[in-house]
């Protein structure tokens, strides 16, 4: 549902509201009511409904789990619409990049888990302990690590 379906379907529950309150629905009183309903719930709907689209406070302790449920926000409109609104911050994108890189990187490793043999799993320590040489090798602060 995009948000011109989303603002009108609100402005009938504003009007549905309105009307089931005072009866008469004849009245111009009414009509500005109603619409000044709707956008009371648009913004409620905006501000709770759609916590992906907000910006994450960095300076905040944020959590993996409130990561994590901006993350299922967005898969779940992307199921249900094949569109979602990301935020519009680089650190909160950022934040989103790490996570699902980490999620993406744990299947890949569960996977491997499953499958990986003792001499794949030697090679693959070799492999990184090689990686860790080069690195020291190529930055002066960490050859003393």
């Known amino acids: 549902m995009h948000w011109q379906d989303r603002r009108m379907l609100f402005t009938a529950l504003?009007?549905?509201a309105v009307s089931m309150k005072d009866g008469n629905s004849e009245s111009a009183d009414h009509a500005y009511r109603a619409r000044a309903f709707a956008g009371l719930l648009e913004d409620f709907?905006?501000?709770n409904a759609q916590a992906g689209a907000a910006a994450i406070d960095l300076d905040s302790t944020m959590s993996v789990e409130a990561i994590d449920q901006v993350i299922e926000h967005h898969v779940?409109?992307?199921r249900t619409t094949d569109e979602t609104r990301l935020?519009?911050?680089r650190d909160t994108l950022l934040r989103l990049y790490d996570r699902l890189?980490?999620?993406a990187i744990r299947r890949e490793q569960a996977e491997f888990y499953a499958q990986a043999y003792g001499e794949m799993l030697a090679e693959r320590v070799l492999s990184y302990l090689d990686a860790?040489?080069?690195e020291r090798d190529s930055n002066p602060l960490q050859a003393s690590a």
Request: aromatic residues 6%; contains cysteine; glycine residues 6%.
């Open 14 to 16: 504003g009007f549905l």
């Open 76 to 78: 779940r409109e992307l």
């Open 101 to 103: 890189q980490h999620r």
């Open 132 to 134: 860790e040489i080069a």
């Open 45 to 47: 709907c905006r501000d």
């Open 87 to 89: 935020p519009e911050d």
